[in-house]
């Protein structure tokens, strides 16, 4: 075997070691990133699976214990056109109208993050457990709500067209 | 004002693309004069973005509350200094920012080859404007910074809470710095393949340019870390977030091109394998914009998104396009007369540190882009988290700790088994004692183990050359010590300042180490007199205090601390809220010492009750990571530091350098 071989199947054995780490890490790690609704259209399907679901925190149903940290929620669909990114956005899909209407009480323990309130989105990561689903992790998003504020009357500007 | 900003990015704009035109013609023309006008056009374009950045500036100082900018994120009550921080506080003003160090950059390389380079900077002045051209682009004909409202709010909307944090005024600045840097070394690469000058010249005269960007993209990333430690509240500073990585790929090619362009510089070898690092750490950079504006990848700190996203994605197609076509134009003329002789050789060594750091690159850009191709491939949006990324990047760079103690010291070609013996002896046998202390102190964590026994045997690799050389000259020349040292250093800066930039590496490797693994986390509801330990603290809840002023209310909770029964202080953990943009936030609060961070977040205050949540966190050895920063700034400034003997060499051997030559 001369020299040049000897490298490349030593950059191969370099190259398969970084291949079976990541094949390896992303089956045991991964989790499915998806909203309520499109959970909800088949909740049998991700039955014992990671979930990553986002969705709204339904107005009225946030029970704090600020003693035990102990946090309960109903999650529900964000209402089209306002999610952002953090909605259903597969092309030309319409989900079932139950799928819609589908909420998810969620539990958590630990500490709120500090955008969390009735009415936000938010995503939750972690496991179904007999209809409850059990959060190790909490996001709010991005203050989209803020966002949408402003660009209201950046429109109003658009319409009467910019300064020269 | 606004209508100056706008005149100076319209005509940034065609002075720009007239730039492109005379530049590319004149080079092939070979038309003096028109190579002339296209240098003059870069000059005029940094003026004139320069101008446009005055201009943005003064509206958000005088409040100018009519232009959509200003309004969306100033206030009069924001503090002056995140006043102009707001400059790059929003989508707008960050790409006109950019596009401003971009232009800056360009006049600084105009200004530093103007006798210098002759067959090259048509290209390079092209290059640099053409990226210019197109961020300008976007705020002429997509998203006007200077856009005027058809009312004038009484008060802005205020720069996100988030933001207003001082770590945040200068963390986006180096990054971008950073980011933009790393467009010089490939305009030169670029201008190489197509005059077909492939020689050693182009990574000459950029040599200084890749380390200063380096430099920043280090400082960027750390300066990252540091504001998420200490604003976002989690006890981490680094959660594999798109945005974190984005920052972090360039960083990674950038590390491997600075390692492999010295084997092109001793060898010539690898010239390949140099243009392909060049291309994807510009390339890196622009997709690192990309994810951040687009979208596309939902990230809980882009904090803007925007239809940028196609825009992005065309120009980073088209310079991929461009430079891979060039590439594979020019390859025949790359090919390299030398190749590997041995397994154990720097060569070798070399290599495999630039195989590893792109494969950790390679894992962070497939975790990144999972979630697409996962739903483009089965429908199904998959992501993986920070335990993919660490799980996959520990093994990884715990290689990479240990290629960093022996590729400063084996030897070139082949190394023979007494020269290993010679330089390595001590060095493995520090780390096998290190890893048997921490096995006996820190029990059975493999991982930790291994990290600091690897660190051990790098750390005193860089001592034995430094000890080495000093020892030599000492007994040659009879220096004394400190002189000995300091001239060992001065002579050869680039390799002692490369030894000392490994010492910072492997403090910060310690740090994250240390902390990730022996991290303690309490969490506790307490009324006020209540206490709660961790560690060797003990922490007191007494109530809170209150402040406030026009812009901000803060309530702070008295939490007295003592360390094995000795006071140690009060340490105040906040609750803000910001009233401009009513946004509640948390501030911790950090006990540091060289041995642990002790971080405390007040998780939430109940008025009634006056009791509250305290979330404490001891991260070991956190303030290694930040000093190791130090180390490795102070390290890359060794390197960059011009000297002497380098300009009288190559001011003699009519090599144009990086820097400019007595004027």
């Known amino acids: 075997m001369n020299r040049k071989s000897k490298f490349l199947v030593g950059a191969a054995i370099i190259v398969a070691a970084v291949g079976t780490l990541v094949w390896t890490a992303v089956r045991e790690t991964s989790a499915y990133f998806m909203t309520v609704d499109e959970w909800a259209v088949d909740p049998k399907a991700h039955a014992d699976a990671a979930l990553r679901l986002a969705g709204r925190v339904s107005q009225g149903t946030v029970q704090w214990n600020p003693k035990t940290l102990d946090l309960a929620f109903v999650l529900m669909p964000i209402p089209k056109g306002q999610g952002g990114t953090h909605e259903a956005r597969r092309a030309g899909e319409v989900l079932p109208a139950a799928a819609a209407a589908a909420r998810l009480p969620v539990s958590y323990n630990g500490i709120l993050p500090d955008m969390f309130a009735d009415g936000r989105d938010v995503i939750v990561e972690g496991h179904v457990v007999d209809g409850v689903f059990h959060a190790k992790s909490l996001l709010t998003t991005c203050p989209s709500k803020y966002e949408a504020d402003k660009q209201a009357p950046a429109g109003e500007a658009g319409d009467n067209g910019s300064p020269a | 004002m606004s209508e100056i900003g706008r005149l100076a990015i319209v005509l940034g704009f065609v002075v720009a693309l007239w730039g492109i035109g005379a530049s590319v013609v004149g080079a092939l023309r070979r038309d003096r004069d028109l190579v002339a006008s296209g240098s003059h056009a870069a000059y005029a374009f940094s003026a004139l973005v320069g101008i446009a950045v005055a201009a943005l500036l003064t509206l958000l ?489 026009p812009h901000v209310d803060k309530t702070l909770a008295q939490v007295f601390v003592t360390r094995d029964g000795k006071p140690v202080g009060t340490l105040e953990p906040e609750k803000r809220f910001y009233k401009r943009t009513k946004q509640p936030t948390t501030e911790v609060a950090i006990w540091s010492t060289l041995g642990s961070d002790l971080y405390v977040v007040l998780g939430s205050y109940d008025p009634p009750t006056k009791s509250a949540v305290l979330q404490v966190f001891l991260n070991p050895l956190m303030s290694w990571m930040w000093l190791g920063g130090v180390v490795m700034a102070l390290g890359t400034a060794i390197c960059m530091w011009p000297s002497w003997s380098e300009r009288t060499a190559t001011a003699t051997a009519g090599v144009p350098a990086g820097t400019r030559t007595a004027s």
């Open chain 2, 61 to 549: 100082l005088t409040h100018d509350f009519n232009v959509e900018y200003v309004a969306s994120y100033s206030s009069t009550t924001l503090p002056t200094w995140y006043t102009i921080a707001a400059l790059w506080g929003g989508m707008k003003g960050s790409l006109l920012w950019w596009t401003f160090i971009l232009a800056v950059c360009n006049a600084i390389v105009q200004a530093q080859n103007r006798a210098k380079n002759r067959d090259a900077m048509p290209w390079v002045t092209a290059v640099l404007l053409s990226v210019g051209a197109f961020f300008l682009s976007l705020l002429v004909f997509v998203t006007d910074p200077f856009e005027r409202l058809s009312f004038t709010p009484a008060e802005g909307s205020d720069l996100n809470p988030l933001l207003q944090n001082y770590w945040m005024t200068i963390h986006p600045p180096s990054l971008y710095v950073g980011f933009v840097t790393t467009t010089v070394p490939f305009a030169f690469a670029i201008a190489a393949l197509a005059t077909g000058k492939l020689g050693d010249n182009w990574i000459r005269t950029t040599r200084r340019w890749t380390i200063f960007s380096w430099f920043f993209l280090t400082l960027g990333n750390l300066f990252g870390a540091a504001w998420a430690y200490v604003v976002l509240g989690w006890g981490g500073y680094w959660a594999w977030d798109p945005v974190e990585n984005a920052a972090f790929m360039p960083w990674l090619t950038s590390t491997a091109f600075l390692h492999s362009v010295m084997i092109q510089e001793k060898k010539d070898m690898l010239k390949v394998w140099n243009m392909v690092l060049v291309i994807l750490t510009f390339a890196l950079t622009i997709f690192g914009t990309f994810l951040t504006r687009s979208g596309v990848i939902s990230s809980v700190h882009s904090f803007t998104q925007s239809g940028m996203g196609p825009f992005f994605m065309g120009f980073l197609l088209f310079v991929l396009a461009v430079s891979i076509g060039l590439l594979a134009w020019r390859l025949p003329m790359l090919k390299s007369r030398n190749e590997l002789e041995s397994v154990f050789s720097r060569e070798a060594a070399f290599l495999l540190n630039n195989l590893v750091l792109v494969g950790i690159a390679f894992t962070v850009f497939w975790g990144t882009v999972f979630p697409v191709i996962s739903e483009w491939v089965r429908g199904v949006k998959i992501t993986v988290g920070p335990p993919f990324f660490n799980r996959v990047n520990a093994p990884l760079a715990l290689a990479l700790v240990l290629l960093m103690g022996i590729g400063p010291v084996i030897a070139w070609r082949r190394a023979s088994w007494q020269s290993l013996k010679r330089s390595f002896l001590w060095p493995t046998a520090t780390g096998l004692a290190v890893g048997l202390a921490s096995l006996l102190l820190a029990g059975g964590n493999f991982y930790a183990v291994v990290a600091f026994s690897l660190s051990a045997f790098a750390l005193t690799t860089v001592w034995t050359e430094f000890w080495r050389g000093m020892r030599v000259r000492q007994a040659m020349l009879g220096e004394p010590a400190w002189t000995a040292l300091s001239r060992l250093v001065g002579k050869n800066r680039r390799r002692y300042g490369g030894y000392v930039v490994h010492v910072g590496t492997a403090m910060v490797f310690i740090g994250i180490v240390a902390s990730s693994v022996f991290k303690l986390e309490k969490q506790q509801g307490l009324e006020p007199g209540g206490t709660v330990d961790i560690g060797p603290y003990t922490l007191r809840y007494d109530g809170v205090r209150t402040e406030s002023d």
